[in-house]
């Protein structure tokens, strides 16, 4: 079995590592080939919850036509690079099944309307972070969760063969379901702890920061109450707290001087909130705060 993972981040590394670990040959695609050298003689290494590391070969290209034909797709880039992976798969009229593993939603519209056959959505709750081209530590345990969207189903059927305790995945029926229920928790957790440069732990653990956590909670669901069963306060609570010591990727990106995903996990939630009729104020300070800091 061969699968290509497309971005070699946080969450591309950690997929691939149990993808690998459970057997499947695994071929990477990243855009430096300094990274993928490093990947294909060194292999990924995995630093676990426990503080084991756990080496696994897999291989790695800069090219897509040096990819397996008939592989499956698990894309996990960051949205700016969604567009070029669905212009390249359009162009070459590959016919591969391809999962989309993004934070925010402004992929799921571009997506859907692409003329992609065969389309899945997936959302990690996972806490990871890449410490160097090959390096991922698995910062706390989550889950995967995997949605049909168009085309043949059962295409990522061998996923249930990667489940495990420190690698749970479960299937869903509805992909706009799970990819809405992860832009919102990000929308959560995320600007709250890069304005205020604290771990995903803090927001719980910090009475102060909690506050703010509870006000933002609270005007978020009143924009979407049908997820209120789905995604209770302690749910997201719950996400804090297994992903205690990890940094959201939008505290990463400002950490690193990189653009922030706010237009997508940000912005996007907001304007469905107005769609909605339903204003999100405080939602809205943080979005221009977040901006002020990314123009800075």
């Given amino acids: 079995m061969e699968v290509v993972v497309v971005g070699a981040g946080s969450i591309g590394l950690l997929i691939g590592s149990y993808l690998a670990e459970a057997g499947v040959n695994v071929v990477f695609l990243v855009r430096r080939e300094e990274q993928a050298s490093a990947i294909r003689e060194l292999g990924i290494r995995r630093v676990n919850s426990d503080r084991t590391e756990t080496v696994l070969k897999v291989d790695a290209q800069i090219d897509v036509s040096e990819l397996p034909e008939d592989a499956p797709w698990i894309v996990a880039t960051k949205y700016q690079g969604v567009a070029t992976i669905v212009e390249t798969i359009v162009e070459r009229k590959l016919r591969n099944a391809v999962m989309f593993v993004q934070n925010g939603y402004g992929h799921f519209k571009y997506v859907s309307e692409s003329e992609l056959p065969n389309v899945f959505f997936a959302t990690v709750e996972h806490g990871a972070g890449r410490l160097d081209n090959r390096t991922v530590s698995h910062n706390g345990v989550g889950a995967i969760k995997i949605a049909s969207y168009r085309g043949e189903g059962t295409s990522f059927e061998f996923m249930k063969n990667v489940h495990s305790e420190d690698f749970p995945v479960t299937f869903t029926n509805d992909a706009h379901h799970i990819v809405l229920r992860k832009v919102l928790i990000n929308c959560m957790i995320n600007p709250l702890t890069a304005i205020l440069q604290v771990k995903n732990g803090d927001l ?93």
Avoid: H, W
């Fill in 204 to 296: 719980v653990e910090n009475r102060y920061a909690k506050t703010l956590f509870d006000q933002l909670y609270d005007e978020i669901i009143v924009a979407f109450p049908e997820m209120k069963n789905d995604l209770s306060k302690a749910a997201v609570e719950s996400v804090c707290l297994k992903t205690a010591k990890n940094k959201s990727s939008m505290l990463t990106d400002r950490m690193r001087g990189n653009p922030m995903e706010i237009e997508t996990v940000v912005s996007s939630v907001i304007q469905m909130g107005e769609r909605r009729g339903v204003s999100l104020p405080f939602l809205r300070t943080l979005e221009n705060m977040l901006l002020a800091i990314d123009r800075s």
